[in-house]
C-alpha cells in the first residue's frame, strides 16, 4: 500500500536539530520548519589554550565530548525525537585538525585566531615567484604560507605530518564523527587549503596553491554543496549523543555564511553585518566578485552563490577588550542585578551625542592583510571626554570601518545595498543597531533570533530533507524580521562628514608612523 504523500501542514511540524559550534560555546538547537526556535541546549567553551605566546589551540576531543553533552542536554528538555527529521552542523571557520584514518586528531585543533609561523623554506618555483613579485603580492603570498596550519605542521612536527590522513575543518570533524564519512561543505571552506573560491571545488593541480601547501590530494575531504547529505548517525554517533541512529546529516556551511542566510541575506540588495568577535559586512553575489583584491569570496551557505566579504578582525571582541579595561563599574552593577555586563552599555552610548564630541577611532586592533602595519588609534581626545565617549566612538569606529568595507563591494560588484540585516552578540544592543542605521543612512533590521547561524544550518538542512522547496523558498518560511532601526537623516548626515572628510583619511595619515613602529618595536612583526 502506497503511503499518502505528507501534507504541507504536517510538513510544518517537522523538527530540524543544527549543532553550532562556535570559539566561545557549541550550541545545539532545534528549529520547526518556521523557523521558529523550539529547543537550545548551549555549553561555554575554553575557547582556546596558549602553550606559547600567540598561539591560540583546542582540543578536538574537547569539542567532540561538548557536542554530545550540548546533545544530551536536550533530551533532557523533552524534545520529541521522532520529530527532528534531520540535522546539520555549521562552526567557526579556519580551525584545522590533521586526523588519523581513524578519524582521531593527532595534534590540537589549530584555530583561526592562532598567530604561530611556520618558516617558508623555498621559493614556490616556476613563474610563480616572479608573478608574484611583479604584481606586490610576494609579502601577501609568504604570510599565507606561513600562516597554513599544514605548513607548521610539515615544520614542527614532521612525525605527525606523516602520520596525517586527512585534513580538516572543524565541520569536517563532526562529519566524520557523526557519519564517519569523509566529507565536508563547500561552504566550509574558508581557511589554508587548496581551494578554488571560483569553481567551488578543490583546486587543478597546477595552482600555486598546492606548491604553496604541503598538502596533498588525498589529504582532503569529499566537497558537497549545502543542501546535499553527507550521510546518516552511525551507531556509535548515537550512543554518544543521543540522536538517532540513521537521521540525516545535511551539508550546511561556516558560520559567517548560514549567519547571512538565517539573516535573509539572500539577494546582493541586502547587506548583512555581523556584530560578532570578528565584525564583517557580507553581501551575497551571484558571481564571483573580490571586494578586495586577491581576497576571495568565500562560498555561499546557498549553493553556487559567493559571499562578498569585509572583515574587521577585532570587530566586537573591542566590546569585550572595553569591558575589561574600563567598565568595572557596569560589571560590578551586573553582578548584583544578575544580568550581562554589556546589558549596561546602551546608557554609556546614550549618554553621548553622535560623534562623540569629536573621538574618532580607527579599529585595526588586529592584523588585517591589506594593512599589515596597521595600529588601532583614537584621535580627537579633549578634557570633556570619558569612557562613555571611547565606548560610543568604539560602536561608530566599527561602524565606519563595515561602511568602508559594503562601498569596496558595491564598487566591485555592481550593486547598490537597501536595507542592512544585522546579527551577532552585539546586535543586541539598540544603540548599537541605531548607530549602523544612522552611519549607513540605511534601515537596520535585527534578525528574528539571536542563532541565525544555526538557522541558517537549518535552511540548508530543510532544503536537503524536501521540507522546502528550494532555498528561496526556505528563506521565505523560515527568516523573520525583528526589530527595524530607520537612520536619523541629521545624524547620517553628520557621519558622513566624518567618514569622507575624517575616517578615510586616518590610515593614509598615520600609516607611515604605523610603519616607524613596527620598525623601531618590531611589534607587530
Known amino acids: 500500500m502506497q503511503t499518502p504523500a505528507e501534507t504541507p501542514v504536517e510538513r510544518q511540524a517537522d523538527y530540524i536539530l543544527t549543532i553550532d559550534n562556535g570559539t566561545q560555546s557549541v550550541r545545539a538547537i532545534v528549529f520547526d520548519a518556521k523557523g521558529q526556535l523550539v529547543a537550545k541546549s548551549q555549553v561555554k567553551l575554553t575557547p582556546y589554550e596558549s602553550p606559547q605566546s600567540g598561539w591560540c589551540e583546542q582540543s578536538g576531543d574537547y569539542y567532540w565530548q561538548n557536542v554530545c553533552v550540548a546533545c544530551q542536554a536536550l533530551w533532557q528538555q523533552g524534545v520529541d525525537k521522532a520529530r527532528i527529521k534531520g540535522m546539520s552542523v555549521t562552526t567557526q571557520r579556519g580551525s584545522m585538525l590533521p586526523l588519523d584514518r581513524d578519524g582521531e586528531p593527532l595534534y590540537p585543533a589549530i584555530l583561526w585566531l592562532d598567530q604561530r609561523k611556520a618558516e617558508n623554506e623555498s621559493r614556490l ?55 564517519g564519512e569523509w566529507a565536508d561543505s563547500v561552504g566550509s571552506q574558508v581557511g589554508y587549503l587548496p581551494f578554488d573560491y571560483k569553481k567551488h571545488r578543490w583546486a587543478p593541480r597546477w595552482d600555486w596553491k598546492w606548491r604553496a601547501l604541503h598538502v596533498k590530494p588525498e589529504h582532503l575531504l569529499t566537497l558537497l554543496k549545502p543542501g546535499e547529505k553527507v550521510g546518516e548517525i552511525t551507531e556509535k554517533a548515537s550512543e554518544q549523543t543521543g540522536l538517532p541512529q540513521g537521521l540525516p546529516v545535511i551539508a550546511a556551511a561556516a558560520d559567517k555564511a548560514c549567519e547571512v542566510l538565517g539573516s535573509g ?20 553575489m551571484p558571481r564571483y566578485t573580490e571586494a578586495v583584491r586577491f581576497l576571495p569570496a568565500y562560498p555561499s551557505a546557498i549553493a553556487g552563490a559567493f559571499c562578498s566579504e569585509v572583515m ?15 567598565a568595572h563599574i557596569e560589571q560590578e552593577k551586573a553582578l548584583q542585578a544578575g544580568i550581562e555586563a554589556e546589558a549596561l552599555f546602551d546608557e554609556l552610548v546614550n549618554s553621548v551625542p553622535p560623534g562623540s564630541m569629536g573621538l574618532m577611532l580607527q579599529p585595526y586592533w588586529g592584523p588585517g592583510v591589506k594593512q599589515p602595519e596597521a595600529k588601532g588609534a583614537v584621535i580627537g581626545f579633549g578634557d570633556v571626554h570619558t569612557r562613555a565617549h571611547l565606548y560610543r566612538a568604539i560602536l561608530e569606529g566599527l561602524a565606519f570601518g563595515l561602511k568602508e568595507g559594503l562601498e569596496a563591494i558595491e564598487k566591485k560588484g555592481g550593486c547598490k545595498v537597501k536595507e542592512l540585516r544585522v546579527s551577532g552578540g552585539g546586535a543586541k544592543s539598540d544603540a548599537a543597531m541605531q548607530i549602523a542605521a544612522d552611519v549607513f543612512g540605511l534601515p537596520a533590521v535585527r534578525a528574528h533570533t539571536v542563532e541565525t547561524s544555526g538557522l541558517g544550518a537549518a535552511i540548508a538542512a530543510s532544503v536537503g530533507l524536501g521540507l522546502h522547496e528550494d532555498f528561496d523558498s526556505a528563506i521565505k518560511a523560515m527568516v523573520h524580521d525583528g526589530e527595524r532601526f530607520e537612520p536619523d537623516n541629521g545624524h547620517h548626515h553628520m557621519y558622513q562628514r566624518l567618514y569622507k572628510e575624517i575616517y578615510l583619511d586616518i590610515y593614509k595619515k598615520l600609516q607611515p608612523l604605523y610603519g616607524k613602529i613596527r620598525d623601531i618595536t618590531g611589534y607587530p612583526e
Not at 147 to 173: C, E, I, V
Not at 268 to 273: A, I, K, P, R, T
Open 312 to 326: 574587521l578582525y577585532r570587530g566586537f571582541w573591542m566590546v569585550s577588550w572595553f569591558k575589561e579595561q574600563f
Open 125 to 179: 618555483g616556476g613563474l610563480w615567484d616572479p608573478l608574484f613579485k611583479l604584481l606586490g603580492l610576494s609579502e601577501t603570498i609568504a604570510n599565507f604560507r606561513s600562516r597554513a596550519q599544514p605548513n607548521w605542521l610539515y615544520m614542527a612536527k614532521p612525525d605527525l605530518w606523516h602520520k596525517t590522513h586527512k585534513f580538516a575543518f572543524l565541520s569536517g570533524f563532526f562529519h566524520h564523527k557523526l557519519t
Open 265 to 284: 541575506g539572500q539577494n546582493s540588495d541586502v547587506g548583512c553585518l555581523s556584530f560578532g568577535t570578528t565584525a564583517t559586512i557580507n553581501v551575497t
